[in-house]
Each structure stands twice: as C-alpha cells, then as structure tokens.
C-alpha cells in the first residue's frame, strides 16, 4: 500500500557529492517523520539523518557539517544532500517513513565512494 522508492545513488570519489532522493507513493494519512538509514553487508545500522513533520533535523556525528536533509513535503519526497564525500560513506542508504505507529522503508540505493 505504501512504497518508498529510493534513487541517486552512485560512484563517485572522494569529496565529490551526491544527491538521493526517496519518493513515497501510496495512502497514508500523514507522515510523522522521515529519514535515512545506511547498513552494508558486514556494518552496523546507522540512523545517518532525520527530518519531522515541524522541519527539525538530526544527524549522525559522523555527517554533521556535510550531508543535509531536507523534504518536500507536498510531493512526498525525502532529500539528501550528501557532500565532501568519504569512502567510509560507502554503504546502501535506505529511506523510511514514520506514520503513527507504523513505519514503511525503501529497497536502498547503493552509494560508493572511492579514494
């Protein structure tokens, strides 16, 4: 019923940048908060960034200063703003939602970072 699609990803080397982006289709009566996770084969999970329905936001220390999360929220679509790459930023980032008490994820998309 609810589907999150995520897209962006790709190679890129270091200190360049990347943009994803995550689009969410189906009924839902109102999105709570939004973010992206990334877990690679063989990582923990890390919650990297979120955003809530007033416009905060929270980042991983790992990111702060570099990656920006931001949403649209008429077309329901999540951004991430990802600059001054690192290889250590390598991983498949994935996209959530958060409804009530329900929560929805994307399938990922791949992000790799060479030196």
């Known amino acids: 019923q609810v589907q999150l699609v995520e897209s962006g990803g790709g190679l890129v080397q270091a200190g360049e940048s990347l943009r994803l982006s995550c689009v969410v289709s189906?009924?839902?009566?109102?999105?709570?908060?939004m973010g992206w996770h990334r877990r690679a084969l063989g990582k923990q999970r890390e919650l990297v960034a979120t955003i809530h329905s007033g416009g905060t936001t929270t980042y991983a220390d790992s990111v702060k200063g570099r990656f920006t999360i931001s949403r649209d929220n008429g077309g329901n679509t999540l951004y991430l703003q990802m600059n001054s790459l690192k290889p250590e930023d390598t991983d498949v980032y994935y996209c959530?939602?958060?409804?009530?008490?329900?929560?929805?994820w994307g399938q990922g998309t791949q992000v790799t970072v060479s030196s």
């Open positions: 959530g939602a958060v409804s009530g008490r329900f929560s929805y």
């Open positions: 189906g009924s839902i009566s109102s999105i709570n908060a």
